[in-house]
C-alpha cells in the first residue's frame, strides 16, 4: 500500500471520530430532553487488500474504518411493557377522580352533607309523631320533606349533568388519538423516505414517533409493529388504526337515539370501539386506556331503583316451579346488573341512592295513605284502605288518602272505569292505586319525577295523622309507623350485598361503600404508578442519556481524532522527507 493510500486510513479515522463526537455531543445536548433516546455509534472495518496466503493465515492490510450505523438504543420489551402499564394506570386513574368527583356531590368532603338533610328529616318526624296536631310542628316537617327532596334532586341533577359533561372528556380523547395516528402516519412517511437509502437512520424522527406511541398507550390499548422499510402500523382495541397506507378515524355517536351520552365509534367499520359487555380483568387486557375508563365509570345511561334486582320472596302460594322460575329471572337480572350497572361508579351511586329516595318516599305515603288488594270478578286491584287511613284535620271535609309525596306526572289514584266490567263492579269511591311502571319513568317515585303533595303544601291540617273524621283523635297506630320507620330492615345496598339495611344505616353503607370503591381504585391506580415508573425507570436505564458514559466517550473519541491526526502527520513526514531526499 502507498503512502498516499495510507493518507486516506488516517482520513477515515478522523471522518469516524468526528462523527462519532458529532453523535455523543448529540447526546449530552439532549439529555434532559423527555423520551429522547441514546445514540451509540457502530465502527466497521472499511475493507481489506489481500497480497496472498500463507500457512498461517491470509496476508491482508486494512484499508481503514468507517461509520457502519448510528443506532438508537431501546430495549423493546420495556416499550412494549411501559405502555400497557401505562394504559391500566389511566384505566383506574379515570375511575378514581370519578369517585372523587362524586364523593363532592354529596357534600361529605366538604361540610354540607346530603346526611343533614335525612337527619333534619328524621327529627321532624318524630317531632310530628309526639305532637301531630301542631300546625307549626306540621309546617316544619312538610317544609323538612321539601328541603330533603329538593336536595336529592339537586344531587340528581349534578350527577346527570356530570355524567353528561363527560362527554367533552371523550370527545377530547376521540380527538386526540385521530391527531397522534395522523401523526404517526406522517412520520413513518418521512422516517421512509430518509432511510430508504439504507444508509441514514432518522433517530429523531423516530423518538417523536415513540412518544406519540407512549402517549397513545395512555389512551387505548394498541399493539404495534415496524416492517423493513421503518414503518409502523398500529392497532387500537384490536382494530387498524394506522397501516402503510392510511389512518382509520374514531368518532363520537350517541349511545342511543333518545340519550345525550356519546361513545367512540369506528367510522369506516360501523361498529364501536369498545365491547365493553366483556369483563374487566387484568388476564385479558379489558382494563387498559383512560379512555376506556372513562366509558366504564360514566356508564351508558342514567340508572334508578328499577336497576337493582330485587330477591323474590316465596309466598304460600308460590309452586316449586314457580319460585324457580322467579329465582332463575332473578340471577339472570343480577347478572345483568353486574355487567352493566355495577362497574359503572355513577350509574351504581344513581342507582343506590334512587333506591334510598325511592324507599323513603314510599314509606312515609304508606302510612298517611296505606293500600290493601282486593279481588273482584277474579282480578286483583290495589286500593286505598280507608279502614286504615288516617284522616286530615281539615273541616269539614277531614280528607282522607293524601300522601306527602307525588309523582309530577301521574297521580296516585285513579277512579274505576265505568265502561270495565269487572272494575265497575268495585264499590262506589274506591280509588284504585296506580303502579309503578318501570318502563315508565313518569309513573316512578324516582328522584327527579317526585313533589311534595300540593294539597298538603297550601293546607297543613289535610296531613292526615287523624284517627277519624271529626273524632278529634290522633292516630296513634300512624304517629308509632312514623316513629319507628327509621327502624325498620330496609332493603340491601344491591344485590351482591347480604346485610340489610335500615333507613338509618342505609345512607352511611351507601357512601361508606362509595369510598371503599375510591380507596380501592386510587390503591390500584398507585400500585399501576409505582409499577410504570420501574419499568421506566429500567427504559431510561437503557435508552437514557448517562453524563458520566457520553463525557467517557468524548475523551475517548478525541483520543481517537488526535490520535488519527498525528497518524496523518507521520504519514505527511514519510512522503517529504522522501520527496526531499530524491
Known amino acids: 500500500m502507498s503512502l498516499s493510500s495510507s493518507l486516506y486510513v488516517g482520513v477515515s479515522g478522523l471522518t469516524a471520530s468526528q462523527n462519532a463526537l458529532n453523535t455523543t455531543a448529540h447526546n449530552l445536548t439532549n439529555i434532559n430532553t423527555k423520551g429522547y433516546t441514546r445514540q451509540q455509534v457502530v465502527m466497521a472495518d472499511f475493507g ?3 497480497w496472498g496466503v500463507d500457512h498461517i493465515s491470509t496476508l491482508q492490510k486494512g ?70 296536631g301542631a300546625i307549626e310542628v306540621r309546617a316544619n316537617f312538610v317544609e323538612d320533606a321539601r328541603s330533603f327532596l329538593e336536595r ?37 412517511e418521512k422516517i421512509s423516505s430518509y432511510e430508504s437509502n439504507g444508509l441514514e437512520h432518522a433517530n429523531d424522527l423516530r423518538d417523536t414517533r415513540n412518544n406519540l406511541l407512549d402517549e397513545l398507550g395512555g389512551i387505548l390499548n394498541i399493539s404495534y409493529k415496524e416492517n423493513s422499510n421503518g414503518v409502523v402500523t398500529v392497532s387500537a382495541e384490536g382494530m387498524p388504526l394506522v397501516t402503510e397506507n392510511e389512518t ?17 365509534v369506528w367510522s369506516s367499520f360501523n361498529q364501536d370501539v369498545f365491547r365493553l359487555d366483556l369483563p374487566i380483568s387484568t388476564e385479558n387486557n379489558t382494563d387498559i386506556g383512560s379512555l376506556k375508563g372513562l366509558l366504564v365509570s360514566r356508564g351508558s345511561d342514567k340508572a334508578n331503583y328499577t336497576d337493582i334486582p330485587v330477591k323474590p320472596v316465596r309466598t304460600a302460594a308460590m309452586t316449586d316451579a314457580q319460585y324457580d322460575a322467579a329465582m332463575a329471572d332473578y340471577a339472570n337480572k343480577v347478572d345483568d346488573y353486574n355487567k352493566n350497572i355495577n362497574v ?59 300522601a306527602l309525596f307525588n309523582r309530577k306526572s301521574v297521580s296516585r289514584y285513579r277512579d274505576p272505569d265505568a265502561s270495565d266490567p269487572i272494575e265497575s263492579l268495585l264499590p262506589a269511591g274506591t280509588k284504585i292505586y296506580v303502579e309503578e311502571d ?145
Open 248 to 264: 382509520y378515524k374514531m368518532e363520537v355517536a350517541k349511545v342511543s337515539d333518545s340519550s345525550d351520552l356519546l361513545k367512540p
Open 152 to 188: 336529592a334532586g339537586n344531587i340528581s341533577r349534578q350527577l346527570q349533568e356530570y355524567q353528561v359533561n363527560l362527554n367533552k372528556q371523550i370527545s377530547d380523547k376521540v380527538s386526540k388519538v385521530n391527531d397522534i395516528a395522523s401523526k404517526i402516519y406522517d412520520l413513518n
Open 438 to 582: 318501570p318502563k315508565d319513568v313518569y309513573s316512578l317515585f324516582t328522584v327527579g319525577e317526585i313533589e311534595i303533595n300540593p294539597v298538603i303544601s297550601k293546607n297543613y291540617s289535610k296531613l292526615p295523622l287523624n284517627a277519624g273524621a271529626g273524632t278529634g283523635g290522633f292516630d296513634q297506630k300512624a304517629a308509632e309507623k312514623l316513629l319507628n320507620l327509621w327502624q325498620q330492615p330496609f332493603s340491601v345496598l344491591s344485590p351482591n350485598s347480604l346485610a340489610v339495611s335500615k333507613f338509618k344505616d342505609y345512607y352511611t353503607n351507601f357512601t361508606g361503600e362509595l369510598a371503599t370503591r375510591g380507596k380501592e381504585l386510587d390503591a390500584t391506580s398507585q400500585n399501576q404508578a409505582t409499577m410504570v415508573k420501574y419499568i421506566d425507570d429500567k427504559r431510561q436505564a437503557v435508552m437514557g442519556v448517562s453524563s458520566d458514559e457520553e463525557l467517557t466517550n468524548l475523551i475517548k473519541y478525541q483520543h481517537a481524532y488526535n490520535a488519527s491526526s498525528r497518524f496523518i502527520t507521520v504519514i505527511d513526514q514519510m512522503m517529504e522527507h522522501i520527496v526531499t531526499r530524491l
Open 344 to 402: 359503572s361508579v355513577i350509574m351504581t351511586v344513581q342507582a343506590q341512592f334512587d333506591q334510598l329516595i325511592h324507599g323513603i318516599v314510599t314509606s312515609v305515603n304508606d302510612i298517611f295513605s296505606p293500600n290493601k288488594e282486593v279481588t273482584v270478578g277474579g282480578k286483583t286491584f290495589k286500593v286505598l284502605d280507608t279502614d286504615n287511613a288516617p284522616y286530615g284535620m281539615d273541616i269539614p271535609d277531614y280528607t282522607q288518602g293524601e
Open 48 to 50: 481489506y487488500q489481500k
Open 63 to 132: 484499508l481503514g474504518v468507517d461509520i457502519e450505523t448510528v443506532r438508537q438504543v431501546r430495549d423493546m420489551f420495556f416499550d412494549k411493557s411501559y405502555r400497557t402499564e401505562v394504559g391500566r394506570q389511566g384505566f383506574y386513574q379515570t375511575q378514581y377522580e370519578t369517585v372523587t368527583e362524586v364523593e363532592s356531590m354529596f357534600g361529605e368532603l366538604e361540610g354540607v352533607a346530603f346526611q343533614k338533610s335525612l337527619n333534619d328529616f328524621w327529627t321532624s318526624m318524630q317531632e310530628l309523631s309526639k305532637q301531630p
